[in-house]
Structure formats: structure tokens, C-alpha cells
């Protein structure tokens, strides 16, 4: 447990699911660190980002902290509710799964109990995304509750319209699916203990909505049925693209520049392209496997343990200048 102290304070989890394999695990938490190595590197944030960690080994963890992390072990989550409404309403394709094989994600419902994260504003970002610009913005100058909404226009053009949008019930009401679907990904927040217990009684009792059938089920069901209930789409405040840019066509719409991204978050592959195209401006469609620079900085300094080096930091900019 995190003593709290009333600051803002950026977070994220680096949670080891109990089926990974000894590779898998180690490339989870070099990415995690990556993560926390792209944030001290480019926002030099005043208080150290909380790692929620869970699965990993001694010298996993020794890599978060090297990168710049403050680890505490996630307490955990309850047993998953097999009978509970969202269970027992999946698709015929995962009729016979115990649990959802994304339950990992459950853990990040621990992120808004204030006694946990000992933080008065939070800014939880996922271990998959890469701060490519100061992102201080985030705590700074965001409004919370604030995060990401996938509008319709969001749609990749290879995702059919009844993939996208299967239609969504939450309490036996049509619900729109641009009004109530935002990422959890980047989300700014002030931890609440009267939030935090209804997130868990949510998550033990099955009661919420599936938001996104082709990521079925996650903790942002949770997250997201929670907010719709509560608030009917008036909150989150809708967060800048900036902040989590996805590299829909929406992404880019949102912003008046590439300059202006700050936080990329998409998966391996499609996050180098996307670094390539805001930081060096080399085009999505242009044939290449060629490493961003920033990529390559980030992953030197994590190697030489590096993270807050003042002259890393100057090659961090260098990589990715606006």
C-alpha cells in the first residue's frame, strides 16, 4: 500500500497473467519498463510513476525500478464470477471458457482506491503506450475524469460495422456505442473510495455490461458501464487524441499537428509505424521496418540504466522534436 500524500502522480501495471511463458513475462516487463523509461525521459514527472506489478521475478522487478518505477505488488482480484450477467451472456464462440482470458485486467480496478495509489489526481497509462513529448499536460492541464472516445468515425476501415458496433445494452437499453466506449488506456482520475467499491462490487457480482465484443471481457467494461450508469455519457470529459493517439482516422483529425502527440499507444508493430509518421514523418504507407529513433534512444538508456539522464533525455527530444 502506497502512503498517500495528496500529489498527482502518473501509474500504470505490469500484471503477469499465471499462463505466460518465462519469454513472454520478460518481454512484458522490458516493455512495461520501456514505458516508464519513455515517461521519466520525456515529462520528468516530480514523483516517481506507480507500477502496480504482479507475476513477475526479482529481476523483472529490479528492471522497473532501474527504468525509474515505484513497484507495489497488486493485492489482487477475486474469483471471477462465472454466473454473473456478463457471463452468462457472452457469445456462443467463448461458451466454453471458464473466465475471460483477459482477466489480468481486473487488476487495474485497484488504480482508483485512494488508500492504494496515494494520489489526490491520477494519470494511469497502459504499459503498451510510449510517451513520444513531454506529456505533463496530462496531470497538468486535464480536466478529470478524462479519457479517449472511439467515436464512430474511429472505425478502422477493416472492421465491419456490425464488428464494431454489435449493439450495446446496458440495464436492458439501447446505449449508443460512441457515447459510452472510451479507452481505458489513458485514463486522468481522482481516486474515490465510493468509486473503488462500486468498481468491485461490479466486478464480484458480474453486473455490467460487454462494451467491445471483439475484447471480450475486460476490466473497461467494468469501467465503462460504470460511468454510463452513473453519469450517462457526461463523464469522462473526452480527452484530447494527443494523449492516446491510436492512429485511427479520427487520431488524426483530432490534432492540428504530429507535433502535438504526445502519447502513442497501440500494439508493437503498429506503435513503430506510428512513431515513425510523428516523429520523423515518414509516411504510414511507406515499406519499412526501420526502427524510430526515439525507440532505439529509449531502449539504450534502459540498457545503460540511464532513464533520468539529463543527456539521454536531450537524444529522447532530438528523436522526436516539437
Known amino acids: 500500500m502506497v502512503g498517500t500524500d495528496g500529489a498527482m502522480r502518473f501509474a500504470s501495471m505490469c500484471i503477469a497473467s499465471p499462463g505466460l511463458g518465462a519469454k513472454e513475462r520478460e518481454a512484458l516487463a522490458r516493455r512495461c519498463a520501456l514505458m516508464v523509461c519513455s515517461l521519466l525521459l520525456t515529462t520528468a514527472p516530480a514523483a516517481k510513476p506507480l507500477v502496480m506489478v504482479s507475476g513477475l521475478d526479482a529481476a523483472q522487478l529490479g528492471l522497473l525500478a532501474r527504468a525509474g518505477a515505484e513497484t507495489v505488488p497488486s493485492p489482487g482480484i477475486g474469483p471471477w464470477n462465472s454466473s454473473g450477467l456478463v457471463w452468462r451472456r457472452r457469445p456462443a464462440a467463448l461458451a466454453a471458457a471458464a473466465e475471460p482470458a483477459r482477466l489480468y485486467t481486473y487488476h487495474k480496478l485497484r488504480m482508483w482506491d485512494p488508500a492504494f495509489v496515494g494520489a489526490r489526481r491520477v494519470a494511469f497509462v497502459d504499459s503498451d503506450a510510449v510517451f513520444v513529448r513531454n506529456g505533463s499536460g496530462l496531470l497538468e492541464t486535464v480536466a478529470p475524469p478524462a479519457a479517449l472516445y472511439l467515436r464512430d468515425d474511429c472505425k478502422p476501415p477493416n472492421v465491419p460495422w456490425e464488428t464494431w458496433d454489435p449493439g450495446i445494452i446496458i440495464d436492458g437499453a439501447a446505449v449508443p456505442k460512441a457515447a459510452a466506449y472510451w479507452n481505458t488506456g489513458v485514463v486522468v482520475y481522482e481516486p474515490d473510495a465510493g468509486?473503488?467499491?462500486?468498481?468491485?462490487?461490479?466486478?464480484?457480482?458480474?453486473?455490467?455490461?460487454?462494451?467491445?465484443?471483439?475484447?471480450?471481457?475486460?476490466?473497461?467494461?467494468?469501467?465503462?458501464?460504470?460511468?454510463?450508469?452513473?453519469?450517462?455519457?457526461?463523464?469522462?470529459?473526452?480527452?484530447?487524441?494527443?494523449?492516446?493517439?491510436?492512429?485511427?482516422?479520427?487520431?488524426?483529425?483530432?490534432?492540428?499537428?504530429?507535433?502535438?502527440?504526445?502519447?502513442?499507444?497501440?500494439?508493437?508493430?503498429?506503435?513503430?509505424?506510428?512513431?515513425?509518421?510523428?516523429?520523423?514523418?515518414?509516411?504510414?504507407?511507406?515499406?519499412?521496418?526501420r526502427v524510430p529513433a526515439l525507440l532505439a534512444e529509449l531502449r539504450a538508456a534502459l540498457d545503460a540504466g540511464t532513464c533520468g539522464d539529463d543527456r539521454a533525455r536531450a537524444r529522447v527530444r532530438d528523436a522526436c522534436p516539437g
Open 195 to 289: 468509486v473503488y467499491g462500486d468498481l468491485v462490487a461490479a466486478y464480484r457480482s458480474g453486473d455490467f455490461a460487454a462494451l467491445d465484443m471483439g475484447a471480450y471481457v475486460c476490466e473497461g467494461d467494468v469501467l465503462q458501464t460504470y460511468y454510463w450508469r452513473k453519469f450517462r455519457g457526461d463523464l469522462p470529459r473526452p480527452l484530447d487524441a494527443k494523449f492516446n493517439f491510436r492512429g485511427y482516422k479520427c487520431s488524426y483529425a483530432e490534432i492540428s499537428s504530429k507535433a502535438d502527440v504526445r502519447v502513442v499507444h497501440k500494439e508493437d508493430r503498429r506503435a513503430q509505424r506510428l512513431i515513425l509518421d510523428v516523429c520523423e514523418g515518414v509516411d504510414l504507407r511507406a515499406r519499412t521496418d
